[in-house]
């Protein structure tokens, strides 16, 4: 029997009809695999992954093979962004073992979770050196029927292993300059001046090492580290990665040039890029930076807002090419016919031209990804806005990739961040009120009586599964950066209980960080991973959430866990900088202080006040916070005791526990703001 159709997540729903015997990850699966003496199945994956659709098509949708697999094991599906605790855990086995990882992950477990046996996708039929998955099942079987001893033996050395792997880098000192230093020379070394990015193909978004150099530009006046940021920033926005005609990232380039995107749009992605662009459009005035902070801004609350104010994590890559087949990528490209079709003949050479569209195509099958290569002339502005938005209408009449609709915590939280920082930036309010639609869905919905933090929720209802570290701390960040943008305090107030759970829950003795709550479920091992990847970890997240709160309030045991947790930034900055670049972002922010910024006006609605406060926001100094209310006002603690000053509205910049005299003139304040 499938066990799967209860499930909220989009992912194990889309399993729910399948022949084999799927159990949700829990105790009654271990048991049952216990009763029956078999191994277990464990199969890793999400919704929008496209090897994961085509695994499934190919095996769990077999009958054969379903047959085997509900003979033989108890199968375990799992959607690795519910349960990221699980995902980790067994994804730390899987690499450590094979030396690489991905999804669809394989893992065959003991009955007691214990993993013996590792891999990703395993096609129908041997190809390309690997067995097939029906090989994979049978030789696992037949290890578990006659040599059980060795198995249990190989499961109990991967557990002891990974126990030993505890991080303590938790009481080392934050980084310094040097350290900060060693990791932009690390960078430069990995840059690629052709392209722009980091490293070879797959190419991915670096986000949160962008945010680095433009924080490390702002605070040491570095060219070469704002080239780099600009420059990547710049080809991504060129690139097929970037969607030319509705805005928005697909997760990463599938080869160097960022030409041909693996097509899904992810939640968090477009978040941090959409919040990276608003931040280098700040720092350099660029247009093409502001014309991608607003249309990836704009693309997240047409295509990923939810009914109940949350935002959906992701867009398939795969969707229906007219045939009836889901293929990838169909919903994007075009070929030279079709656009000859939507836009008539000269317009469709003139669209083939801007947008890179070529006869023998840059994808398959002759279509091609849609470009703004680099190129000479001037092309009629009027006439070019007249064919995206045809084309972009044609499109709209394509099969649409699938949505999942599941709304993720910390993913939420990045994009509250995004939204509300670019709505001020860019005077666009019904931005930041988004931002605070899906602020509220939060509070209302993910959060308890003792304030923790429920992972996920779909369609108006909460999921099971307990937040862990990136869920508080990306929570927080995103209501911090709510509270700067509008003057509300009581954002402050929630940060601060989530950052609480951060402290009493989620940190050891030493200042180390775990993944998980210390009262969650227990796993074979309790994750720890202080690497930023797709995302911010939860390590680096809470430090610049903690760091960014104590500035606000003044609380030294913030403060102190934040430098606590920026020690391992010292340990891997110098030496992995791309995987670390939200925690070294974070390190800029605590050596420059960060400063504090008060704006105070007669009342909220006073022009001068608002002006100032705009020109806070849009200072560069790393990490800066701001409150901004009226005189006398206790929405913020950096509010107390700051009068007008000749009965004007006045701004107060404060670091390392030394303060400016009070300004009223916008342009000290940018100038004690900026480098």
Known sequence: MNRLADSQSPYLLQHADNPVDWWPWGEEAMAEARRRDVPVLLSVGYSACHWCHVMAHESFEDEATATYLNSHFVSVKVDREERPDVDAVYMEAVQAATGQGGWPMTVFLTPDAEPFYFGTYFPPEPRHGMPSFRQVLQGVQQA??????????????????????????????????????????????????????????????????????????????????????????????????????????????????????????????????????????????????????????????????????????????????????????????????????????????????????????????????????????????????????????????????????????????????????????????????AAVAAADLLVRLH??????????????????????????????????????????????????????????????????????????????????????????????????????????????PHRTAAEHALGVVKALGPRVPRFIGWGLAAAEALLDGPREVAVVGPDAADAAARGLHRTALLGTAPGAVVAFGAEGSDEFPLLADRPLVGGAAAAYVCRNFTCDAPTTDPERLRAALNG
């Open 144 to 433: 578990w029927a006659e040599r059980r001893d060795e198995v249990t033996e190989v499961a109990g050395k991967i557990v002891r292993d990974l126990a030993g792997r505890d991080i303590s880098y938790g009481d080392a000192q934050a980084p310094g300059e040097e350290q900060l230093g060693q990791a932009l020379l690390g960078l430069t070394r990995e840059y690629d001046e052709q392209r722009g990015g980091f490293g070879g193909a797959p190419k991915f978004p670096p986000s949160m090492a962008v945010e680095f150099l433009l924080r490390h530009h702002a605070r040491t006046g570095a060219e070469g580290a704002l080239q780099m940021a600009r420059d990547t920033c710049e080809r991504m926005a060129r690139g097929g990665i970037y969607d030319q005609l509705g805005g928005g990232f697909a997760r990463y380039s599938v080869d160097r040039e960022w030409v041909v995107p693996h097509f899904e749009k992810m939640l968090y992605d477009n978040a941090l890029l959409c919040r990276v662009y608003a931040h280098l459009w700040r720092a350099t005035g660029s247009d093409l930076a502001r014309r991608v902070a607003l249309e990836t801004a704009d693309f997240m609350v047409r295509e990923l807002r939810t009914a109940q104010g949350g935002f959906a994590s992701a867009l398939d890559a795969d969707s229906d090419d007219g045939t009836g087949r889901h293929v990838e990528g169909a919903y994007y490209v075009w070929t030279p016919a079709q656009l000859t079709e939507v836009l008539g003949a000269e317009d469709a050479g003139l669209a083939a031209q801007y947008f890179g569209v070529t006869e023998e195509g840059t994808f398959e099958h002759g279509a091609s990804v849609l470009q703004l290569p680099q190129q000479e002339g001037v092309f009629d502005a009027a006439r070019i806005a007249s064919v995206r938005e045809r084309l972009l209408a044609a499109r709209d009449g394509r099969s649409a990739p699938g949505r999942d609709d599941k709304v993720v915590a910390a993913w939420n939280g990045l994009a509250i961040a995004a939204l509300a920082e670019t709505g001020a930036y860019f005077e666009r309010p019904d931005l930041v009120e």
């Open 447 to 556: 959060l308890d009586e003792q304030v923790r933090l429920t992972r996920t929720s779909k369609d108006g209802r909460a999921g099971a599964n307990a937040g862990v570290l990136e869920d508080y701390a990306d929570v927080a960040e995103g209501f911090l950066a709510l509270a700067s943008v509008t003057g509300e305090g009581v954002w402050l107030d929630f940060a601060g209980f989530l950052l609480d759970h951060v402290l009493t829950r989620f940190t050891d003795a030493s200042g180390s960080l775990y993944d998980t709550a210390s009262d969650a479920e227990h796993l074979i091992r309790r994750p720890q991973d202080p690497t930023d990847n797709a995302t911010p970890s939860g390590w680096s997240a809470a430090a610049n959430a903690l760091l960014s709160y104590a500035a606000h309030t003044g609380s030294e």
